[in-house]
C-alpha cells in the first residue's frame, strides 16, 4: 500500500527543494553609506572627509575633530527593474516576466562627536545588506519566490584616533539586526490528474533577535602633497536566526487529495524554523589625491563571499521539511573611481565609476535574486554651508544582461535583465 | 588573386552545404516496444501516443511526417484510472470495452513502429496483421495493430521506410518478465545473454546495412527501480501488533526484499499477514501465477542481465557506428537522487502516483516521464551530431491535465492499490515463456531472408 510516510516525504521534498535562498544583488550588498559618497562610487576609504567614512573607513573620523559634532541623516530611493525571458525547457521559450516594481528606502544616520583634537567618537545606523523581489501571481517561478524581503541593520559604535598629523587609525563594533520574511508556492504532482498543482503558499518569516556582532577598522595616511592612502576592514558575521513558516493550504478542487494534504502539512498555525546565514567580510585599499578644488580617489575592494557555501533551514518540529541548499558563491571584488569638484564655497560636484563582479555561479541565479557582474555610473551636488550640507546624488547600476546558461539548479532558466536607479540624499548638520 | 579566390569559393561552398553530421528528421522510423509506442497507464492510447517520446521529438525536430498507429479512446487495454487516493490507493481500468484503431487505413508502415510487449525477437521476426483485430481476435494484438499486414515485422517495415534517421529502444520486454512474475531465471523470465547480444548486433547489422540512417540506440533502464517493484513496503503496520514483515512461501521477507504491486491485492486478502497463506514468492510454471516478491540475489541476477544486455548494446553501436544513448544512467540518477529533473523549483521523482515521472501502471512513464526522455534524448542528439533542436518546454507538459473521458464512468473500486483485471492488464506485456520457450530459446542466428533487400526501393504498401 502506499503509505502516508511516503506522501509525506514527497511533500517534504516539495518544501525543501524550493527553499530559497536569501540572495539579492551584488551579492545582496548594499553601499548606500551617504549621497555624497554615492556620488562618487563610494570612494572614500582614502579620502574619509564626511560622516559617510563610518561605512568606508572609521579611520576618516581622526581627521574631523574640529568640525565639532555632526549629524548625517539620509535615504537612498532604489527601484530596481529586473525582465525574465525564459527558455526551454523551463519556463519555456517565449515566456518573460516582470518583476513588480518597488521602492526601496535603506537608511543611513551617523553622529560623530569630538572627544579631543585627537579622537572621536562615533554612532551609525545603517543598512549594510538588504533588497527585495516580487513577481506577479501568475509567475511561474512561483515554487521559487514570490516575494522575498531581507534588511540587515547595523547598528554601529567607533572611535577614531589620530596617532600623528599625518596618519590615524579607527576601530568600531557592530550589532547586526535581520528581518526576513519569504513567500512562494508549493507546487506537487496531482495524482488524479498527473498535473502539477499548486497545493500551498508558504511563508517562511523572522522573528524574535536575530542578530549578530561584527567589528571594522581601518587607517588612513595622508602622505603628503594631496596624496593618501586608506584601508579598511568590516568582518563577516553569522545570523543564526530563529522564525516560523506558515503553509495556507490552495485548494486543487478535488476533496480527496486535498484532505490528504491536510494531514501532511501543518496548514493550521505556524511551526518554528531556524536559519543560519553566513554574511561576507569587506575589504579596501584607497588612493586619493587632493587640492583645494580637485579630489580624485580609487579603490579596490573584495566582498569574501565566499564564506556563504550554504543556506540551512531547520524545522525542529518537522524535520521532515529541513533542509541545506548549496550556494557556492566566490568572492567578488570591485573598482571604484570618484572625482569631485568643489566649485566654490557652496557648490561641489560628484562623478563616479564603479565595477563590481558578481559572487553568484549561474547555477544559483533564480528569481530570488539573479545576480550579475554590475557597473553603475553616478553624478551628484552638493550645497554648504558652515553648519549645514545637502547632499544628493543620481546612481544608473546597470548589471550584465545574465544567463543561467541552462545551469539553474532550479530548474528555471532564462535570461535576466536588469537595472536600478538610485536617488541618493543626505542631510548634514554641524552643531 | 587565384589563392583567395579559390578559398572564397571553398568557404561558400561550405557554407551552403548541410552539416553532414547532423541527423536528418525527414524519415524517422522509431522501433521498439511499448516505450518507443507511448503506453500509459496500461494502456496503448492516442492521447498518449501523441506524446510519445518519438511523437515528441519529432514535432521538437520538425519531421515533417510522423505516423502512428492511433487507438481511440478508451485505448488497448482500456487505460487505467486512479479511482480512489486514500486510504488506500485504487487503480483500475476505465471499463472492458478497448478503443480502436483510428489510422490503420495509412497506406505505409508507420514512423513509430514501437510494439507493446514485443522483446528483440519479437521485433525481428513477429509479425501483424490488422485483420485479426477486426475479426475481433485480441490474442496477438499489438502487433495487428502496428504491423497490419500480415506479412512483415517491425525491423522489416523499419528497412523499408528507408529512414534518414532510426531509434531503436529494445529489449526491455527481454527482463521485464522477471519482474512481473517476481522471478528471475535465464530462458523463461529473461532472454539469454548470448541469444540477446546476438540477435541485436544483427538487427543493428541490418539497419546500418540496409539503410543509410544515423542510429541512435538506446539502452535499458533496470526494471527493479520502476514504481511497480519499488513501491509496496516488505512489510505492514498492524494496530496492536507493530511492524510485521511479510511471509512469503519461501520465509519471512527483509528490508532487503522488494514486494511487486502484485502483491497489493493478496495482502488486501490477508496473504502474508498473521494467520493467513503466505504471499507465493516465485511464478508458478504449472498454473502461470506470478511471484510477488523479488529476492536479493533475484535482483542482483535481473541488474546483471541488464549490464549484460547493454554491453551488448554498446559493442552493437561501436560496431556499426551508432551513438547509444544511456537511458540507464538517466533513470538510475532519477532514483538515486544524483540527476533529479528539477523545473521551476519543483522536482520529479520516480515515486509511484505522486512523483511525475510514471503513469498508474508503475511500470511505463505518463506523459511527463516521457517528455523528461524526449528532452534528454534531444540534448544528446544535439550534442553528439550537432543539430539544434530545441528542447521541450516543460512548462507545457506540466501544467497540462491529464486524459479525460466524460461519459466513461470510473471502474469499480477495488480494496487494493492495482486491481486483477489491470495486473492480468500488464502481465500480458512480458508472460514468462512457459509454453514457447523454443521460440526465443535457440533462434535462427540468420535473420528474415527479405531483409537485405535493395534499400533504395520503395516503401511496402500496406493493405
Not at chain 1, 16 to 42: K, N
Not at chain 1, 66 to 82: F, K
Not at chain 2, 53 to 60: G, N, R
Not at chain 2, 313 to 322: K, T
Request: overall charge negative; some cysteine.
Amino acid at each position: 500500500m502506499i503509505t502516508l510516510n511516503r506522501m509525506r516525504f514527497l511533500a517534504a521534498a516539495a518544501v525543501l527543494i524550493s527553499v530559497p535562498s536569501l540572495t539579492w544583488g551584488s551579492g545582496f550588498a548594499l553601499f548606500e553609506a551617504g549621497a555624497r559618497a554615492g556620488g562618487m562610487a563610494g570612494t572614500m576609504v582614502a579620502v574619509g572627509d564626511d560622516l559617510s567614512t563610518l561605512f568606508w573607513n572609521p579611520a576618516g573620523m581622526a581627521f574631523q575633530t574640529n568640525e565639532g559634532v555632526q549629524l548625517m541623516i539620509g535615504t537612498t530611493l532604489i527601484q530596481p527593474r529586473q525582465t525574465f525571458s525564459g527558455s526551454s525547457p523551463y519556463p519555456g521559450q517565449g515566456y518573460t516576466a516582470d518583476q513588480v516594481e518597488q521602492t526601496f528606502f535603506p537608511v543611513h544616520l551617523y553622529l560623530g562627536i569630538p572627544v579631543n583634537d585627537r579622537l572621536e567618537v562615533s554612532f551609525a545606523l545603517h543598512n549594510p545588506f538588504g533588497l527585495g523581489t516580487e513577481w506577479d501571481d501568475d509567475f511561474l517561478g512561483n515554487y521559487i519566490s514570490k516575494k522575498a524581503d531581507l534588511m540587515v541593520f547595523d547598528l554601529g559604535a567607533s572611535m577614531a584616533y589620530q596617532l600623528s598629523e599625518n596618519f590615524a587609525f579607527g576601530i568600531g563594533v557592530d550589532y547586526m539586526y535581520t528581518t526576513i520574511e519569504l513567500t512562494r508556492d508549493i507546487g506537487l504532482i496531482n495524482p488524479f490528474n498527473q498535473q502539477l498543482s499548486t497545493v500551498a503558499e508558504t511563508t517562511l518569516k523572522s522573528d524574535g533577535i536575530n542578530s549578530a556582532w561584527a567589528w571594522n577598522a581601518g587607517i588612513l595616511w595622508k602622505m603628503g602633497a594631496g596624496f593618501s592612502f586608506g584601508a579598511s576592514y568590516r568582518s563577516e558575521f553569522t545570523i543564526n536566526g530563529d522564525g516560523n513558516a506558515s503553509f495556507t493550504q490552495v485548494p486543487t478542487g478535488n476533496p480527496e487529495f486535498d484532505g490528504l494534504l491536510g494531514t501532511i502539512f501543518p496548514f493550521n498555525g505556524t511551526v518554528p524554523i531556524e536559519a543560519t546565514i553566513n554574511f561576507p567580510d569587506f575589504w579596501n585599499v584607497g588612493l586619493a589625491w587632493q587640492n583645494e578644488k580637485w579630489t580624485i580617489s580609487g579603490q579596490y575592494g573584495v566582498m569574501g563571499w565566499s564564506v556563504y557555501q550554504d543556506l540551512p533551514i531547520i524545522f525542529p518540529e518537522n524535520p521532515e521539511f529541513s533542509s541545506v541548499r548549496e550556494e557556492n558563491w566566490d568572492d567578488a571584488p570591485q573598482w571604484r573611481v570618484g572625482v569631485e569638484l568643489r566649485a566654490n564655497e557652496h557648490w561641489s560636484f560628484r562623478v563616479g565609476y564603479l565595477e563590481d563582479e558578481t559572487p553568484q555561479p549561474a547555477a544559483g541565479m533564480s528569481p530570488l535574486l539573479a545576480d550579475a557582474t554590475r557597473q553603475a555610473y553616478m553624478g551628484g551636488l552638493s550645497y554648504s554651508t558652515a553648519r549645514f550640507r545637502f547632499d544628493i546624488a543620481y546612481e544608473d547600476v546597470d548589471p550584465e544582461v545574465r544567463s543561467t546558461g541552462g545551469q539553474s539548479s532550479d530548474g528555471f532558466n532564462g535570461v535576466y535583465d536588469a537595472d536600478s536607479p538610485l536617488l541618493h540624499m543626505s542631510l548634514t548638520f554641524k552643531f | 588573386m587565384k589563392k583567395t579566390l579559390f578559398a572564397t569559393c571553398l568557404v561558400v561552398l561550405l557554407a551552403t552545404l548541410p552539416a553532414a553530421a547532423q541527423v536528418d528528421f525527414t524519415n524517422y522510423v522509431a522501433l521498439g516496444d511499448s516505450l518507443t509506442a507511448g503506453f500509459a497507464s496500461g494502456s496503448l492510447m492516442n492521447w498518449y501516443q501523441d506524446r510519445s517520446f518519438p511523437a515528441v521529438l519529432a514535432q521538437q525536430a520538425g519531421a515533417p511526417v510522423f505516423e502512428q498507429p492511433y487507438i481511440s479512446e478508451p485505448g488497448v487495454g482500456p487505460i487505467f484510472e486512479l479511482v480512489a487516493l486514500a486510504p488506500t490507493p485504487i487503480i483500475a481500468p476505465v471499463g472492458l470495452i478497448p478503443g480502436q484503431p483510428t489510422n490503420a487505413e495509412y497506406p505505409y508502415p508507420y514512423n513509430n513502429l514501437g510494439i507493446p510487449g514485443a522483446d528483440l525477437y519479437d521485433m525481428i521476426f513477429q509479425t501483424g496483421d490488422i485483420n485479426n483485430l477486426l475479426q475481433g481476435n485480441f490474442e496477438n494484438v499489438m502487433f495487428d495493430i502496428v504491423l497490419r499486414n500480415g506479412i512483415n515485422t517491425a525491423l522489416e517495415q523499419a528497412i523499408g521506410l528507408q529512414p534518414t534517421f532510426v531509434t531503436v529502444w529494445i529489449g526491455n520486454n527481454d527482463v521485464l518478465g522477471a519482474v512481473l512474475s517476481g522471478t528471475a531465471i535465464e530462458g523463461v523470465t529473461m532472454t539469454p545473454v548470448d541469444i540477446f547480444a546476438g540477435l541485436y548486433s544483427n538487427t543493428i547489422g541490418a539497419l546500418y546495412t540496409n539503410t543509410s540512417a544515423d542510429i541512435v540506440l538506446i539502452n535499458l533502464p533496470y526494471p527493479t527501480e520502476i514504481p511497480f517493484a519499488t513501491t509496496l513496503d516488505p512489510w505492514v503496520d498492524i494496530p496492536g501488533v507493530g511492524r510485521w514483515y511479510l511471509v512469503a512461501d519461501t520465509g519471512v521477507l527483509t528490508d532487503a526484499d522488494l514486494v511487486t504491486l502484485s502483491a497489493g491485492d493478496l495482502i488486501a486478502q490477508g496473504y502474508g499477514l498473521p494467520g493467513g497463506p503466505p504471499l507465493p514468492d516465485n511464478l508458478n510454471i504449472f498454473t502461470g501465477e506470478p511471484g510477488v516478491v523479488l529476492r536479493p540475489d533475484e535482483v542482483a541476477a535481473i541488474n546483471a542481465q541488464v549490464d549484460a544486455y547493454n554491453a551488448a548494446i554498446a559493442q552493437a553501436g561501436a560496431g556499426f557506428f551508432s551513438s547509444v544513448f544511456d537511458a540507464n544512467a538517466l533513470f538510475s540518477g532519477i532514483v538515486s537522487g544524483q540527476n533529479v529533473p528539477t523545473y521551476g523549483g519543483v522536482s520529479l521523482t520516480a515515486d509511484f502516483l505522486l512523483g511525475g515521472i510514471f503513469s498508474y501502471d508503475g511500470i511505463h512513464p505518463q506523459r511527463i516521464g516521457y517528455a523528461v526522455l524526449a528532452d534528454n534524448l534531444i540534448q544528446f542528439i544535439n550534442a553528439e551530431y550537432g543539430n539544434t533542436i530545441p528542447r521541450v518546454n516543460m512548462a507545457e507538459v506540466l501544467f497540462e491535465g491529464d486524459w479525460q473521458t466524460p461519459g466513461v464512468s470510473p471502474a469499480k473500486a477495488r480494496e487494493t492499490v492495482m486491481s486483477r483485471e489491470a495486473l492480468q492488464q500488464l502481465l500480458q506485456l512480458a508472460p514468462p515463456k512457459l509454453d514457447q520457450a523454443p521460440r526465443i530459446r535457440r533462434p535462427s542466428p540468420a535473420l528474415p531472408g527479405d531483409i537485405s533487400r535493395d534499400p533504395r526501393r520503395k516503401p511496402d504498401m500496406i493493405p
